[in-house]
């Protein structure tokens, strides 16, 4: 999915739980509809009503969930959510904004729950077609720090945040490794700095796209 195949714009966000991705597409959502253009907020896995259903699945369901069969609905939702939801807002020259894509299933159903990152990564693209976005900007954060983030939201863990502290630490290397592989699609930020900071490093990158 080439930038220059449609008129929209797509940005995801990275990272482990608590780097504030909820917040950074927020101030940033806010920030391009300023410049007049069309947003469209969504995330994964719960964009459409396919993905709600896979959420409660794959993030509450309290019974055990098979690595490959976890891997799976995350590709399923994926499919269903590009298919219905991304790219006829692409088409429309919307800016999408994006909580979580298929690094999220490389770095957690990859390394997290130690499945081969490569399959993982091409049943996404299998199921997506290829669609890759413009801009993805991981938020890089400490797991211990993340972890205290959560712990002051005081709400009860999901299936992931409940993770050992390995689990999380495999994720964040992850993350890592694919935005250096892939420089030229991401944008890594130190998720300690301020928000206000975060926010305008976004702007600033994504102000070339627009």
Do not use: N
Request: glycine share 8%; proline share 4%; aromatic share 6%.
């Amino acid at each position: 999915m080439a930038a220059a195949a449609r008129p929209g714009v797509w940005i995801t966000f990275e990272g482990g739980d608590g780097a504030g991705k909820t917040t950074q597409a927020t101030l940033l959502e806010e920030w391009v509809r300023a410049q007049g253009r069309e947003t469209l907020r969504t995330r994964e896995p719960g964009g459409t009503e396919v993905g709600v259903l896979v959420r409660d699945i794959v993030l509450y369901h309290r019974g055990e969930v098979a690595p490959r069969a976890e891997a799976l609905l995350y590709a399923a939702d994926r499919a269903q959510h590009v298919a219905t939801l991304v790219r006829p807002a692409l088409a429309r020259g919307e800016v999408v904004i994006q909580d979580r894509y298929l690094d999220s299933s490389v770095a957690y159903q990859g390394a997290g729950r130690v499945l081969d990152a490569g399959e993982i990564r091409d049943l996404s693209l299998w199921a997506t077609e290829g669609a890759l976005p413009d801009l993805t900007v991981l938020l890089d954060l400490d797991p211990a720090a993340a972890r205290e983030r959560l712990d002051a939201d005081d709400k009860p863990f999901d299936r992931l945040e409940a993770e050992e502290a390995d689990f999380h630490a495999r994720v964040r290397e992850s993350f890592l490794g694919l935005a250096a592989a892939e420089p030229e699609r991401f944008l890594v930020l130190d998720a300690a700095r301020p928000a206000a900071d975060l926010a305008a490093a976004v702007q600033a990158r994504l102000a070339a796209l627009l």
